[in-house]
C-alpha cells in the first residue's frame, strides 16, 4: 500500500509538474509572440513615418531655388549671347546646387536642373550630359506637365569610388518663372 501511494503521489505530482511547465511554455511563448509582434509593427510604422518625414524634406528641398533670387534670375534669363556668360551663368547655378549637396543632407547623391540646358551637381558619376534628349524620358514630360511633386523609382548607378552599386530615386518638380507664374522655366530632380 506505501508504495502504491508512493508511486500514486510520484505520478500526480509529475504529471502536475508536466502540465505546468506545459502551460507555462505555452504561455511564454504566445507573450513573446505577441510582444515580438508589436515590436516589429513598431518599427514598420517608425519605419512608415521616417520614409515620409524623408520624403516631404526632399519635396521642400525641391523649393530651395525659389529662395535665392540670383539663380531664379539666372535661371528665367534667356540663354546668354556669350560663351563667358554662359560660363558665369552655369558656375552660379552648379555652385548653388554644390550648395544643396553640402548642407542639408548628405544622402543626396545628386541634383540637377534642367533648363535650356543641364545644370548638375552629384557625389557620383552622372548620366546627365549636356547633349542628352531630356523630352525622351517620362519622367521629365510628367513634371512639365503636372505640378506635383513627380516620385521616380530606383535604378542601379554605378559608385565609381567604392566599385559597388547604389539604388538611387529621385524627386522630381517643376520650376516657374517668379515674375510670370504661367511660364515654365525648367524642373529640378
Keep these: 500500500m506505501t508504495t502504491k501511494l508512493i508511486v500514486m503521489a510520484g505520478l500526480l505530482l509529475s504529471l502536475s509538474v508536466f502540465l505546468e511547465s506545459y502551460a507555462l511554455f505555452t504561455q511564454y511563448t504566445r507573450d513573446f509572440q505577441r510582444q515580438s509582434s508589436d515590436k516589429v509593427q513598431q518599427i514598420i ?3 512608415a513615418l521616417n520614409i515620409d518625414t ?5 519635396y521642400r528641398l525641391t523649393l530651395s531655388p525659389y ?7 539666372a535661371l528665367e534669363e534667356p540663354a546668354p549671347a556669350t560663351e563667358l556668360e554662359q560660363l558665369e551663368k552655369t558656375r ?7 550648395e ?3 548642407y542639408p543632407r548628405e544622402d543626396i547623391l545628386r541634383v540637377s536642373i534642367v533648363t535650356d540646358r543641364i545644370y548638375s551637381s552629384a557625389r557620383l558619376p552622372t548620366r546627365l550630359v549636356p547633349d542628352e534628349r531630356m523630352e525622351e524620358y517620362d519622367w521629365y514630360k510628367r513634371a512639365l506637365a503636372s505640378q ?5 523609382p530606383a535604378r542601379d548607378n554605378e559608385r565609381a569610388l567604392r566599385g ?3 539604388e538611387v530615386f529621385s524627386v522630381v518638380k517643376q520650376l516657374r518663372s517668379i515674375s510670370n507664374t504661367q511660364r515654365i522655366i525648367g524642373v529640378i530632380k
Excluded: C
Excluded at 524623408?54 to 526632399?58: A, I, K, N, S, V
Excluded at 529662395?67 to 534670375?73: D, S, T
Excluded at 552660379?92 to 554644390?98: A, F, P
Design 54 to 58: 524623408y520624403l516631404d524634406d526632399l
Design 67 to 73: 529662395r535665392n533670387a540670383r539663380v531664379m534670375q
Design 164 to 166: 559597388g552599386r547604389v
Design 45 to 47: 510604422d517608425q519605419i
Design 92 to 98: 552660379l547655378i552648379e555652385s548653388y546646387l554644390d
Design 100 to 102: 544643396m549637396l553640402i
Design 148 to 152: 506635383e511633386y513627380i516620385f521616380v
